[in-house]
């Protein structure tokens, strides 16, 4: 069998072992769900599942949406603006997910009654912040041409940053509603934004968003396809502002599974 065969053959039978695991969670649940039922259910022996999966909660689990080798390093190597370097190494973690959707829809429901599936994916997040975190300091040191400080608060920012990309996205493409108090009592809320067909576009759409707030001449504009200018959009003196830490940072992105 060719690489290129291999790797397919590889992709489908995840691919259905995963589906089994869902499938039987969902209608037995995660605590009866057993290794030996969903080799049964998918059609493979117990060690074909142990060869793709680690444990019962890997079947579950989506991923890893971590950013893989080449995308770490055309991101520390690029001279570009972060923004657009972030979108590259967010949509190459998303391409891992994209068509998967339903799966991620599935899986917080079955997360809303068991909680300790939440330990596996801190310890997916804890992964992606120190990949995020380390390729940070070497982009840094790329571009200053001396090795920055380790607390150097432009890694914890692009940290941070990368993380509420994922996550933002991660609520785009479920639809969650964001709640407005601009908007509690009006007759003139905005109607719902259509909900992209892949996690790539909610990236795209994430990235745009933070391109046109982060743009201080006001030139820059969302993409039509999802946002209608307003007249009446609140003032940035009724926005909240939040005080983060890094720590609290991987915690809520650990709820992006949810």
Not at 80 to 106: E, K, N
Not at 219 to 245: C, F, M, W, Y
């Amino acid at each position: 069998m060719s690489p290129d065969l291999r790797a397919v053959h590889t992709q489908k039978t995840r691919a259905a072992i995963q589906q089994s695991a869902l499938t039987l969670c969902m209608e037995h649940g995660y605590a009866a769900m057993t290794v030996d039922d969903v080799a049964q259910h998918a059609g493979v022996s117990r060690r074909t599942v142990f060869n793709h999966f680690d444990s019962k909660a890997d079947m579950l689990l989506l991923g890893p949406i971590i950013p893989s080798n080449a995308a770490l390093e055309s991101f520390i190597n690029s001279p570009g603006p972060l923004v657009s370097d972030l979108r590259a190494l967010m949509i190459d973690c998303a391409a891992t997910i994209d068509d998967q959707r339903d799966h991620f829809l599935m899986l917080r429901t079955i997360m809303q009654s068991n909680p300790e599936l939440k330990t596996h994916i801190h310890a997916r997040v804890v992964k992606f912040a120190g990949l995020i975190n380390d390729a940070a300091f070497q982009r840094l040191t790329h571009q200053d041409g001396h090795t920055p400080d380790c607390r150097d608060p432009r890694i914890m920012v692009i940290t941070h940053l990368a993380g509420m990309i994922q996550r933002s996205a991660m609520d785009v493409w479920v639809g969650e509603e964001a709640t407005c108090t601009a908007w509690s009592d009006s007759e003139a809320s905005p109607s719902a934004l259509p909900t992209p067909s892949s996690f790539i576009e909610a990236v795209s759409i994430v990235c745009d968003s933070l391109d046109a707030l982060l743009d201080t001449s006001g030139g820059a504009t969302l993409s039509k396809a999802h946002v209608t200018e307003r007249d009446d959009q609140p003032t940035a003196e009724n926005r909240e502002k939040t005080t983060i830490d890094q720590t609290n940072i991987q915690v809520n992105a650990g709820k992006e599974t949810e």
